[in-house]
């Protein structure tokens, strides 16, 4: 059977990687995050046009214990992904129904843990970023509201997962489309056309999070052919649920750092004053936006190198990871130069605030250059999570984080924010870099291992 006929046919066996078949991943599912960031340029506006920083900071606070949390758990759009897209390269589709059940039951109950824990996590992570008492009021008010929306936005990551693994970009802009879009309307209308502030951005991403569930099941499970159906005991299966949760454990590790990087440098630049912790935050949507660029090849890359596992096909694998790389860096480079040429104009729409927009532009450089310094970490992470090596992505992110406070303890002394951002880039830096460095042996031991069986 020649490459292109299996593609047609059903997605198994050995296939052609081209710059097409990249960007029909990569293409909708960027549009698709990047109404995530826009959604978080939306939010900072809305919440800049209070007319007071404790606003714009306080809900920066809640937005990083909340990404916490639920960053942590982003183990279960990646393990689904890398898992459903090898099954996919197999033509497993009664395996692929499988893990999406799996991960669905993973998430809803995770969810409802989160929720029920919120008053604990909340004077948790309050303790640990340790705002000022009129900004710690704002940020509890959005976060109290805004958990209620956990197990539907765990749901989403399954669901995300599911489509991803199936190589449905279009199914995945739809979904982000409908979340975020909903969120960005209602964050508008009840944060300042009704005068909710804070209570209505919140209630806005509740509401968003809970539609796109709803649209997601409909959409996933009217797909489903009843032939390839699981029995509830090959869905909870011992072995498979143990694999499952060892992939989970290692990703959510790994995770859990990353997210806690970030709220290590939120932590930092609260101590420096709500000047510097509202102009960062403002920043810190420049930097998702590069991120959510780079996700859409990241993505792609997962998809691809996951079909070719499944298919056992080295030539696919080495092809994916080369064009993937060259996306991710060209796409990283054009980001850059784009936030050097009108990121100033982008902060003076975050912020009507004089001071904290004069702060923002100081640091704009630092903020434009993560999507050069993180186009490899990006597109490295996708081939390790199609791959589900995730015991190495641990152990390289924990390698990476170190560097990270080595850089910390260096820079910030001696530059202040400058030094702060100088250490985010690095980390971005280092992610990629020892990620790579580990790829040819993997990719080696991989194809060499299942060429034996």
């Known amino acids: 059977m020649s490459a292109t006929t299996a593609s047609e046919n059903d997605g198994s066996g050995p296939f052609e990687v081209t710059h097409r078949l990249v960007l029909a991943i990569a293409i909708p599912m960027t549009l698709g995050f990047l109404t995530t960031p826009l959604?978080?340029?939306?939010?900072?506006?809305?919440?800049?046009?209070?007319?007071s920083a404790d606003a714009l900071a306080g809900m920066a606070v809640a937005a990083i214990i909340f990404d916490l949390l639920l960053g942590s758990f982003n183990f279960l759009r990646a393990s689904t992904t890398g898992l459903v897209a090898q099954a996919f390269g197999r033509g497993d589709r009664r395996e692929e129904q499988a893990i999406f059940w799996r991960s669905l039951t993973i998430a809803l109950c995770s969810g409802f843990v989160l929720m029920?824990?919120?008053?604990?996590?909340?004077?948790?992570?309050?303790?640990?970023?340790?705002?000022?008492?009129?900004?710690?009021?704002v940020a509890s008010t959005y976060f109290m509201i805004r958990v209620?929306?956990?197990?539907?936005?765990?749901?989403?990551?399954?669901?995300?997962?599911?489509?991803?693994?199936?190589?449905?970009?279009?199914?995945?802009?739809?979904?982000?489309?409908?979340?975020?879009?909903?969120?960005?309307?209602?964050?508008?209308?009840l944060g300042l056309g009704l005068g909710w502030g804070i209570a209505g951005i919140a209630w806005g991403t509740f509401t968003g999070e809970t539609v796109g569930t709803l649209a997601g099941l409909a959409i996933v499970v009217s797909r489903f052919e009843r032939a390839d159906r699981p029995s509830r005991a090959e869905i909870f299966a011992p072995a498979r649920l143990k694999a499952l949760f060892s992939l989970n454990r290692d990703i959510m590790i790994r995770t859990f750092v990353l997210i806690g990087a970030f709220a290590i440098m939120t932590r930092i630049g609260s101590s420096m004053g709500p000047l510097v912790l509202a102009a960062n935050a403002v920043l810190m949507n420049i930097f998702l936006v590069a991120?959510?660029?780079?996700?859409?090849?990241a993505n792609a890359a997962e998809q691809l190198v996951g079909r070719a596992f499944g298919a056992n096909f080295r030539p696919a694998f080495d092809r994916a990871v080369k064009l993937t790389f060259l996306w991710s860096l060209g796409l990283g480079v054009v980001t850059t130069?784009?936030?050097?040429?009108?990121?100033?104009?982008?902060?003076?729409?975050?912020?009507t605030t004089e001071s904290v927009r004069a702060e923002a532009v100081k640091y704009l450089p630092w903020a434009a250059l993560t999507a050069i310094?993180?186009?490899?970490?990006?597109?490295?992470?996708?081939?390790?999570?199609?791959?589900?090596?995730?015991?190495?992505?641990?152990?390289m992110m924990l390698a990476a984080f170190i560097g990270y406070l080595a850089a910390l303890a260096v820079f910030v002394p001696l530059l202040g924010n400058h030094g702060l951002w100088l250490a985010l880039n690095l980390f971005l830096?280092?992610?990629?870099?020892?990620?790579?460095?580990?790829?040819?042996?993997?990719?080696?031991?991989?194809?060499?291992?299942?060429?034996?069986?």
């Open 148 to 189: 209620l929306s956990a197990p539907m936005a765990l749901a989403n990551y399954a669901l995300l997962g599911f489509v991803l693994g199936r190589g449905q970009g279009m199914t995945g802009l739809l979904l982000q489309a409908i979340i975020n879009g909903i969120n960005i309307v209602l964050s508008i209308t």
């Open 429 to 453: 830096a280092f992610r990629g870099i020892f990620l790579a460095m580990r790829l040819p042996a993997l990719a080696g031991r991989q194809f060499s291992l299942a060429d034996r069986r």
């Open 337 to 351: 130069g784009l936030f050097l040429i009108f990121g100033a104009n982008i902060v003076g729409l975050l912020t």
């Open 116 to 137: 029920l824990l919120s008053p604990l996590l909340l004077s948790a992570g309050l303790f640990l970023m340790a705002p000022t008492p009129e900004v710690a009021e």
């Open 39 to 51: 959604l978080g340029l939306t939010d900072t506006a809305v919440a800049g046009r209070l007319g």
């Open 291 to 297: 991120g959510y660029y780079l996700d859409g090849i």
């Open 373 to 395: 310094t993180g186009a490899l970490a990006f597109q490295m992470d996708g081939v390790f999570i199609g791959a589900t090596w995730s015991s190495a992505m641990r152990n």
